[in-house]
């Protein structure tokens, strides 16, 4: 019943910043955690953040001090901003959302690149 739909992904620069989102959609259940994973090419998929609905959030080592991962409850909207991108973050980043009722939700995906 749940879906999930992104958007900000671009091209940046190295040092640059990106705002990515994440509105979820279909029901009216918690969504009781939400967040973002990456897959690069070639490499395995893995968690960037995720936010419970008390707010508390968790980071990949590798974003720590340079993403930071916000959700306003009543829209079921979760944001990545992402600072000081480096070429390592060029991926697609998927919006994931885990329902109260043990279901997990994936978005399509959106790209991100970092270049110069």
């Known amino acids: 019943q749940v879906q999930l739909v992104e958007s900000g992904g671009g091209l940046v620069q190295p040092g640059g910043s990106l705002r990515l989102s994440c509105t979820a959609s279909?029901?009216?259940?918690?969504?009781?955690?939400m967040g973002w994973y990456r897959r690069a090419p070639g490499k395995e998929r893995e968690l960037v953040a995720h936010?419970?609905?008390?707010?508390?959030?968790t980071y990949a080592d590798s974003v720590k001090g340079r993403f930071t991962i916000s959700r306003d409850n009543g829209k079921n909207t979760v944001f990545l901003q992402m600072n000081s991108l480096k070429p390592e973050d060029t991926a697609v980043y998927y919006c994931?959302?885990?329902?109260?009722?043990?279901?997990?939700?994936w978005g399509q995906g959106t790209q991100v690149t970092v270049s110069s």
């Open positions: 279909g029901s009216l259940s918690e969504l009781n955690v």
């Open positions: 936010i419970v609905r008390g707010g508390s959030a």
């Open positions: 994931w959302a885990l329902h109260s009722r043990g279901s997990h939700y």
